[in-house]
Every structure is written in C-alpha cells, then in structure tokens.
C-alpha cells in the first residue's frame, strides 16, 4: 500500500498483485491509509490499484471460513468510508471488481480508464455482492442495469458505466504500462479540483433515497425472478442476489438493505454451491500449469490436416488467435467444403456482431493446400493431425510430416483415443510429438487436452500448453493411453447407460435423469451428438471379452439396415431429429430395444423405482427362454423438464466415471484430482456449481468417499462381470483415510 499527500489530496494505492485482491493485509492497509488521510488533514482522498488493475474482489481464498472474513472486513472498511466527511474518489483501472466495486461505491466520485471493466462477479463464486454492492448500486444506476449487474456476474465497459452513471468521469485512454498511473493522476486531478469545495453529503449512497421499481415492486420483481430464473440453470445466487436488490427497494432504511444483504450472503457463502464454485475458481487457474518446467517456443506459423468437423475447428482457433494456418487436405473438393464450412460459420457470427475485424481480416490467415508438400506446411512450427481415427492412417501422415517439416516443428494429434508414443514412433523426433485433442466443435468448446507421450520434451509441452492459452483454451495436460483423461472415463458412464436400456429404461429416462442432475444433455443424447459410430468403432478398437458386453443395443442401432442411426448427423440416432436438434422420442428405437430384451431374455424392470431392487439385482439373462412381460414404456415429459427420477441412474452413470478418475489418478494420466474435475467442466460441461465429478463424489454426495467405496462395492458385488465397479487402489486407499480422518 502507498500513502503520500498531495498538496491537500491524500493518495492512497492499494499494491497486493497480482489482482489487488482485498485480503486482511490490504484491508488492514487500507484502513491505516484512511487514518492517516484524517490526520494529515486531508480534504480529499483518491483510492486507486497498483499495477494491472484496480482491486478486483475480496480475497476468494479467506472465504473458507462460511464467508466470515477476520476484521477489519470488507464490511468495516466499507463503513469508513461512508462515515468520512472529505470528498472520495475511487481512480478505476483493469478490472473493478467485485469488492473492489463495492470500495469505488463506498467512494464519492469515481473516474475510470475507458479500457477498465466493472463488475459484480459475485454470484459465479456461489455468493452475492456482500459489501453494500446491492444496496448501493441501484441508489446510482437504473435498477434494471443493477439487476442485470448484480444478478448475471457480467462487467461493464467503462463507456457502458458512464452512460448508467456508475461512473463519472471517463479519463484520456492509456497503455497498460501507464494504466495505474493515469487512473491516479486522473483521480488526481479530480480531487484537487473537489478539496477546495464544501463536502456535498447526496454525493454518499446510503443517504440517497430507495430506489424505486418502475411499474411497482411486484411486477418488476417478479418478471425479473423468471428471467433470473431461467438463466441461472440452477445456480441458486442469482436468485438471492435479486432479492437483495429487492431489499434495497422495499428495505426500511438503507441499513435495513444490509442486514438483509448480509444474511442472504452468509446464506449462500455456507452454501455447497458456493464452495464447489470457489473449488472451480481456483482449480480452472491451476489446471494450465504443467509441472515438469520446459521452455514454451514461439509458434507463427501452423498446418491442420484434415478438413473435417474438427481440423476445420482447429484452424479457426488458430486464425482467431492471430496465428496464420494453413489447411490440408486431399482433393480440391473437400478442401473448397471445408473452407466454405469456415466461412459460413464467420459470416454467421459477423451478422451477430460478434466478429471484430470482419470475415475477410480471418480466411485471410486460412490458407488451403491438397498436399503436405508445400512450402506453408514445411515452414510451421506446429502440425496438428485432424484426419481419420485410425492408427495407420495416422502413422502414414506422421511419418510422411517427419520428413517434410523442419526439425524444430511440433507434430501434434487431435486423436482422442489412439495412442500417441505408436504415432511418435513413425517419426524420428517422438520428443516433438504430442497429442493436442479439442473438442467438438473445436472453435467453440473450450477444453483441450494435450497428451504427453513417454518421449515428449518438457519444451514441447510448455509450448503446447501456451499455445492452448493462446488459442484461449481450456488446457490441460493428460498421459497417454486409451481416451485419455476424459473419454476414458467415459466408458463406464456410457457403459450402465446402455445397461440400465437392456434393463428396462427408455433412453430419455436415462438422459433425463442426468440433465436433472444438472448435466447439459444425457449421455445417449451425448452419443448422438458425437456420432454413434464412434463408441461402436471404440467398442471393436478395445474389446472387453470377459465382461458383460454393453454395445449389443448400440451395435443394431448402428447396424440398423433401414438407416444410418449416427446420431444427430444422420438425424437419427437414440432419437429422432428429423424436425431439428431438438430430441424427440423414437418408436423405432423402443421397438428395437425391447426386441433385442426379449431375444435375449432380459426381464426389463422399473429401474427408477426401485432403488435397492435395482441395485442388487443381477443383470444376466435368465438361462432358459422364459415368457416376458410387456415392456413397461414411460414418457419423459420434455427434454428439459426437471427428472423426477431417483438417484439411482445418476450412480450407476457417475459412480463408474469417478472410480476411474482415480485410476487416472493413480497412473498418473492427470496432474491433480481437480485437473480432472475441470476436463468435465469444460469438455462434457458437468454442472460448475457441483464443482467436478471428483469433487461431487468427495463433497458433495451424501457420505463422501467412503460411501462411494461400499455403493462401488455393493454395484460390484452383483454385476460381478463389469471391471468398472472394481474399486481404484487409490480410492481404497483415499476413502480409508477419510474414515480414519472423520474418527478422530
Ligand atoms: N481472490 C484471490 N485470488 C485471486 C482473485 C481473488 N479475488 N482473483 C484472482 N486471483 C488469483 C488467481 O487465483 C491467480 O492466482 P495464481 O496465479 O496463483 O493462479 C492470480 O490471481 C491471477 O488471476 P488470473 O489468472 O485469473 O488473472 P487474469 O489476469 O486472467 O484475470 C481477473 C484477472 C479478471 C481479475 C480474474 O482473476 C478474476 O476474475 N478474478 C476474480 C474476480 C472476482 O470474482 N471478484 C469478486 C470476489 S468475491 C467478492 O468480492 C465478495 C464481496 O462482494 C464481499
């Protein structure tokens, strides 16, 4: 923290980096630097941040305590402020967040550089602005731009706040070098022109009148609660955050809004949202940091081959990062498709607004070629291979890639499965081989794994993590083996999914179960959307011969002779696309699974009603041909309607993937449990607010890890020939300690 007077103006600037976050020290900090104003006799005091922004929130790590902070706390310094009778100005830079934003309210006037942002991203941690950030906020701005604030977690620009009236000042634009400087001085300036004036009490925001509602407080409320409601995809903050700012509306006094901000705070601060969420806060931060150290190279230049679904993905992402790509691929015809792809998708967003620099400024970094001997491709420092999932149609690219690019170029594969030391070694450079595997569709979703093979340098993986920064990607790094981090722990949850159709679900049951549970889709929708035909080619690619099989249903559907059941591509998969993307139940689909049931004497049962029946019961066919009963057929009402379902789908699904991430775990495949918990937040989009499968499976489900274990076992004891139930070491060994931890 610096202090120092000018003239009759105290300075005062807030150093904690990297964000100026406002833990303890700074509060302390903060506090003697108002103390010290006072008894330097100042007239006026600027706050300002030092060096990247303006503080940008509480300290999120001091929230373990149920979001009770050690004093002074937020609350207190926020109190300081108000109770000063000197003209205060908060100097705006970076990102004004959070609690930041709340000390710029506490503040008289507040002055902005025209790149800062401002915001109340409270609620994306699970809590709601706790430091007067509701109550003061709509004594300033319009209250629907409060509710829209405060409820969405969305900055504004500084121009945006201006024209609200949250800011008043824009100040002369400044490099990011210069950026904390001419945010001081242009508060400077303002203050010097303020001391020598009366201080003018309507300038503090408690002693502003409520704010009023336009068209009464019922209406506004209760229309704003249904569109709060629906963004908030079952996010409980958004919701209390509303009724805060409903407070600040309908609160006797503007210390009444307080304490009834406090209490909502304190409500959601204990929450298991809350916790999961400031899980994720961090983990997504650590996820990118491979350790192993290395040195990220440059990348100018780079070469896709490949121009289905995901090279072109991959070449957008490089061309929206700036970086020149050029696309390969056999045939004129195909390349001309794949560029034409391009551009529809960047025509569509620019009539969105939504494309800085115009469609031209990105096909203009997209070059084509039909041949890997071309000068782009010899020249790129990075080759990724989008081509077709087949080991030797990789292994003929990689080795013909060895041979034409310089020494120094990274090959890298989008393979999600294959092996990635078998590719390496159809090169002479396996330390500069990788997997770099997006997903679908690669310039939207925001995960990536990149795979480090047994030879793959440190170097090479600095690199291809930076550049996943750079291509802003989600980046994680994974070991090699069959699926990697994700995929692979997919099979298990894919795998009871089509056990429990064999059992007597129908597939929206199973997929509603799992969007009740907060997932975006189910994981048939998931296979559909894919493309069936890629867990049928995995299916043969790694057979499982002493286990009970899961493809028999899935295979026909695939095999299906009147159709090509894909998926959504073919319009047709577990369910029906014909009218859109939207699923719709398919007569046929039902018709085949309880044909393929009654073939092979599979008794289907009401698996969502009976929770320990379904559980213990064994899953084999009887052994002789018996008479079935009619197949039971539910209908899920819509796709989107909450599941009434009970538990036990969302075990049978999730137990399987949890057990192996710890098998992931336990080999090494992922850095950290939390790595894997971000794969799925951001590759297969699990709901943020629990936090990851790992951490929902640790915090979240009723009785930890120990009940993980004994339901693992309990599953395990009946489908006795699945090996997805065979508990990880790991776990084993995690769950114990738990136990032994919780006696003591
Ligand atoms: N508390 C603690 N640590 C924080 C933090 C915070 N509020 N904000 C960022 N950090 C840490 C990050 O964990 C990271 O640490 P690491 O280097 O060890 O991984 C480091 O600061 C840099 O953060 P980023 O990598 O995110 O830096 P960027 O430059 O990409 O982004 C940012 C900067 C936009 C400020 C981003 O960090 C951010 O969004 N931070 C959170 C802001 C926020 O949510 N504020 C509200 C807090 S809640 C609150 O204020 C409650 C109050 O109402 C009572």
Redo the contacts with the bound molecule.
């Keep these: 923290m610096a202090f120092c007077m000018r003239g009759r103006v105290a300075m005062l600037r807030v150093a904690h980096p990297?964000?100026n976050?406002l833990s303890l020290a700074a509060r302390k900090a903060l506090m003697e630097g108002i103390d010290a104003a006072e008894r330097e006799g100042a007239q006026a005091l600027v706050i300002s941040g030092a060096g990247?922004?303006f503080p940008?929130?509480?300290?999120?790590?001091e929230f373990s305590n149920g979001g009770h902070l050690v004093a002074p706390t937020?609350n207190c310094l926020v109190e300081r402020l108000h109770g000063l009778r000197i003209h205060t100005v908060a100097a705006l830079h970076g990102?004004a967040?959070?609690?930041?934003l709340?000390l710029a309210l506490a503040c008289h006037w507040r002055v902005a550089l025209p790149s800062a942002q401002l915001g109340f991203?409270?609620v994306?941690?699970g809590?709601l602005?706790?430091?007067g950030?509701t109550q003061s906020l709509p004594r300033l701005v319009p209250l629907d731009v409060a509710v829209q604030m405060v409820t969405s977690g969305s900055p504004l620009s500084a121009d945006a706040a201006l024209a609200a009236g949250l800011v008043d000042e824009l100040l002369p634009p400044a490099a990011a070098a210069n950026a904390a400087d001419a945010a001081a001085s242009g508060g400077y300036s303002l203050a010097a022109r303020l001391a020598p004036l009366p201080f003018d009490p309507s300038r503090s925001l408690p002693l502003r009148p409520a704010p009023t509602a336009p068209g009464g407080a019922d209406a506004f409320f209760s229309e704003a609660a249904a569109r709060v409601r629906h963004g908030a995809r079952g996010l409980h903050a958004p919701l209390l955050a509303l009724e805060a700012v409903r407070a600040a509306v309908e609160a006797p006094t503007y210390a009444a809004g307080r304490e009834a901000e406090a209490a909502l705070?304190l409500q959601l601060a204990a929450g298991e949202q809350a916790a999961a969420l400031q899980h994720a806060?961090?983990a997504e931060?650590?996820m990118s940091k491979a350790r192993g150290g290395g040195e990220a190279a440059d990348i100018a230049r780079a070469a896709v081959v490949g121009a289905g679904t995901m090279g072109c993905g991959i070449a957008m992402c490089f061309a929206n990062a700036g970086v020149a790509v050029t696309l390969v691929e056999v045939g004129e015809a195909a390349l001309a498709r794949g560029l034409e792809g391009i551009r529809a998708v960047y025509e569509a967003s620019e009539r969105k607004g939504k494309l800085p620099g115009g469609v031209e400024a990105r096909m203009r970094l997209i070059g084509g070629a039909t041949t890997l001997d071309v000068p782009a491709l010899r020249e790129a420092d990075i080759v990724v291979e989008a081509a077709f999932e087949q080991m030797d149609v990789k292994k003929e690219i990689f080795g013909k890639l060895d041979a034409l690019c310089k020494p120094t170029a990274i090959l890298a594969s989008n393979t999600s499965y294959l092996d990635i030391d078998e590719i390496a070694a159809a090169t002479s450079r396996p330390q500069l081989v990788a997997g770099m595997h997006f997903f679908s569709p690669a310039h939207v979703m925001p995960l990536l794994e990149n795979v480090k093979g047994k030879q793959t340098s440190s170097d090479t993986i600095a690199t291809i993590m930076q550049l996943g920064k750079r291509l802003k990607k989600k980046a994680v790094l994974a070991g090699n083996c069959n699926g990697f981090i994700g995929n692979r722990m997919l099979e298990g949850y894919v795998a009871e999914a089509l056990f429990m159709l064999e059992e007597g679900c129908t597939p929206s049951e199973v997929d509603a179960a799992m969007r009740g549970f907060g997932m975006p889709m189910g994981p048939l929708e998931m296979s559909d959307l894919a493309g069936n035909d890629i867990g049928y080619m995995a299916r043969r690619n790694h057979p499982r011969p002493t286990e009970r099989y899961a493809g028999g249903i899935a295979d026909r559907l695939v095999e299906m002779k009147r159709r090509v059941a894909l998926g959504q591509k073919s319009k047709a998969g577990w369910y029906d696309y014909s009218a859109g993307k939207k699923p719709r139940d398919d007569p046929a689909v039902q018709a085949l699974i309880e044909g393929y049931c009654r073939e092979h004497n599979l008794v289907r049962r009401q698996i969502a009603e009976e929770e320990e029946r379904c559980c213990l019961r064994a899953p084999t066919p009887p052994a002789r041909p018996q008479p079935q009963p009619p197949p039971r057929v539910r209908t899920i009402k819509s796709a989107t309607t909450q599941s009434p379902l009970p538990p036990q789908v969302v075990d049978r699904c999730l137990l399987p993937l949890v057990n192996e991430g710890f098998k992931v775990l336990e080999e090494g495949i992922a850095q950290r449990e939390s790595d894997i918990d971000m794969v799925y937040l951001f590759g297969y989009g699990f709901p943020r607010y629990k936090g990851g499968p790992m951490y929902w499976a640790r915090h979240i489900r009723p009785g930890g890890l120990p009940k993980v274990l004994s339901d693992l076992e309990k599953y395990g004891a009946v489908h006795t020939n699945v090996s997805h139930w065979k508990p990880a070491e790991l776990l084993l060994k995690v769950a114990s300690d738990v136990t032994a931890t919780s006696k003591l």
Excluded: C, N, Q
């Excluded at 940008?56 to 790590?61: Q, R």
């Design positions: 990297p964000v976050s990247a922004t940008a929130g509480a300290d999120i790590a937020l990102t967040l959070g609690g930041g709340e991203p409270e994306g941690l809590v602005p706790g430091a950030g705070f806060f961090f931060r650590a």
